[in-house]
């Protein structure tokens, strides 16, 4: 394959007249296909590989031979963006593909036919303080720090009077880690809000209306708490008020990058807002893809030896052949960036 070069990509004859036609940004050449001892009429790409692909993809959705015929893959290319693509929105210098509508309804028929309830907290504060107890735990663990937690302070002004070293304790007594930093984000929120807020409560959260503006308003109050970062704001937003945040996790971005939805050197942030702009603005649409796609990437696509052939998106996916072929299974992810 690599003398052929990179980036690539080799169609029947078909589908690569299509191509020329309607890109004009590839030759023709005629490329041996080792793998099967045959010689298939191809193109070698010479611009930019990503464009490349989406224009493939639509053309084989519209000539009815959709991933069949996509036998080589075309490389996401490393480079940064250029400096003139980055005032463009996101999903205009990276567009959804053509099965975008498929991968929400099939994740959510396969993951989560029926929806969990939203969490039902008096008070968006404890949504906050659980979602700070849940990170780098498991859900068990952070479920006994939280049973610890209120049970020593039924009233959050105590745990303010305790100070964090004493919230640290209270997190130690229960396990898990990062008990110190969690603490003093714990602190420093309750000290926050009765600075600025006057009292230990997010509940006026809920007074700012279900439009984008009212959205925005509540976004910008939880990113003014401190050491309280962009997941966490999207995760109290969808579960806690009911608004339409698209929280991104871990194993939903794997899975996008190993689909090629987005660039795999685009970081996480870059990843949430990116499905912010495409995906429908409605909350259950956005709840149902992030229940649904953490599901996925948590037991199919996992880290490690991803299970394809029992993917409902292997259809649409670029990386099924690598791993299923072996030529990745056994090297870390952070080897391949994804
Ligand atoms: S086909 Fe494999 S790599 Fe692709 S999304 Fe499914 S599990 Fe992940």
Redesign the pocket.
């Known amino acids: 394959m690599s003398s052929i070069g990179r980036p690539y990509r080799v169609f029947d004859k078909k589908v690569s007249q299509l191509f020329v036609e309607r890109t004009g940004t590839a030759r023709r050449e005629r490329v041996q296909n080792t793998e099967q001892d045959g010689e298939w009429s191809g193109w070698r790409c010479c611009s930019d590989a990503r464009a490349i692909r989406r224009t493939a993809q639509e053309i084989e959705h519209e000539a009815g031979v959709w991933g069949e015929h996509s036998l080589l893959r075309c490389p996401v290319p490393s480079r940064s963006p250029q400096a003139s693509s980055k005032s463009r929105p996101l999903s205009e210098q990276n567009p959804p593909p053509v099965w975008f509508g498929e991968y929400l309804s099939r994740l959510r028929d396969t993951y989560a036919p029926e929806l969990p309830p939203p969490r039902q907290f008096p008070d968006p504060l404890g949504g906050l303080i659980r979602t700070i107890l849940s990170q780098q735990n498991t859900r068990r663990v952070a479920q006994r720090q939280w049973e610890v937690l209120t049970a020593t302070y039924p009233q959050w002004e105590a745990a303010l009077l305790d100070g964090p070293d004493g919230i640290e304790a209270t997190l130690k007594s229960a396990g898990g880690g990062l008990s110190r930093m969690k603490a003093d984000y714990i602190y420093g929120i309750l000290a926050h809000l009765q600075e600025h807020h006057g009292g230990l409560s997010l509940r006026f959260l809920r007074e700012f209306p279900h439009t984008p503006e009212g959205h925005e308003q509540a976004r910008q109050a939880l990113a003014a708490l401190p050491g309280v970062g962009h997941k966490t704001v999207a995760l109290v937003l969808l579960f806690d008020l009911r608004r339409p945040a698209m929280p991104v996790d871990g194993n939903m971005e794997r899975?996008a990058k190993?689909?090629e939805l987005v660039p795999a050197a685009w970081n996480s942030h870059k990843v949430e807002r990116w499905y912010a702009e495409v995906m429908p603005a409605d909350w259950e649409t956005r709840f149902a893809l992030h229940i649904s796609g953490v599901r996925?990437g948590r037991d199919?696509?996992?880290s490690k030896h991803?299970?394809?052939p029992q993917?409902?998106?292997?259809e649409f996916?670029p990386?099924?052949s690598i791993?299923e072929l072996g030529e990745a299974g056994e090297r870390e992810p952070s080897e391949l960036e994804w």
């Open positions: 899975a190993r689909l996925h199919t696509c996992r991803p299970l394809c993917c409902p998106l292997r996916c990386s099924a791993f």
